[in-house]
């Protein structure tokens, strides 16, 4: 029983760590969207980068709702699955901005 309650406080702080890191790496995936369509306007290139991006920051947005249903939810087998839910969430997008970095590190390079 003590062993669940821990579990469900570890799930809680997961929680409350994703939703405030996620409304800023959603900002951050904007704000580099934006400076993509600049970069590539003067250019005259055109790159995916701005569109994996776009979903990217989407992946960021749920996470952020869903961390904050878990932080809300009465019972805690909902808040341990929307906590799960959250952060599986969180990293898969954080993984997708760091090979969004990386494809345009060497696209936009040469």
């Known amino acids: ?3 669940e309650s821990l579990e469900q406080s570890v799930q809680v ?3 409350e760590k994703v939703f405030t890191n996620s409304p800023n790496m959603l900002v951050l995936c ?3 969207i934006g400076l993509i369509k600049i970069y590539t306007r003067f250019e005259k290139i055109t790159t995916l980068a701005d569109n994996f991006l776009a979903f990217v920051a989407l992946g960021y947005l749920v996470a952020t709702v869903l961390s904050y249903l878990a932080i809300r939810a009465k019972r805690s087998s909902r808040q341990m699955k929307l906590a799960q839910a959250a952060d599986v ?7 997708l901005t760091a090979a969004v970095a990386m494809f345009m590190t060497f696209a936009l390079a040469g």
């Open 89 to 95: 969430l969180f990293l898969v997008s954080l993984t």
């Open 13 to 15: 702080s997961i929680a």
């Open 1 to 3: 029983m003590q062993n």
């Open 30 to 32: 904007l704000t580099v």
